[in-house]
Nanobody, 124 residues
């Protein structure tokens, strides 16, 4: 079973920034579509952003457009989610996931490999 390894996140302040990383030592992320999802307390998992690692196309949910930036680093086999202008509503556990077929934010279906989850807490 392929495991994606996440790092970053933690506690941030409203208006501040945090960065999440998603990597794998056993799987090439650059052959996939990498999505970031989040799950706030008491809510379902929500697709936040996705990147096509082959051509760099990026996609965002409306609530994070202009604040979050997804990017990839071929040399490090890593995908990042830079989160800026953080809001308390961004508080959630964030997950990265790999989809071999397409970038999809509306559903978790199709994402075959997942990271372990990272807590992001934004204080007001």
């Amino acid at each position: 079973q392929v495991q994606l390894v996440q790092s970053g996140g933690g506690l941030g302040q409203s208006g501040g920034s945090l960065r999440l990383s998603c990597a794998s030592s056993a799987y090439s992320l650059m052959n996939s579509y990498i999505g970031w999802f989040r799950q706030a307390p008491g809510k379902g998992r929500e697709g936040v952003s996705c990147i096509s690692t082959s051509d760099g196309s990026t996609y965002y949910v409306d609530s994070v457009k202009g604040r979050f930036t997804i990017s990839r680093d071929y040399a490090r086999n890593t995908v990042y989610l830079q989160m800026s202008s953080l809001q308390p509503e961004d508080t959630a556990v964030y997950y990265c996931a790999a989809n071999l077929r397409d970038c999809v934010l509306q559903t978790e279906d199709g994402y075959d490999y997942w990271g372990q989850g990272t807590q992001v807490t934004v204080s007001s």
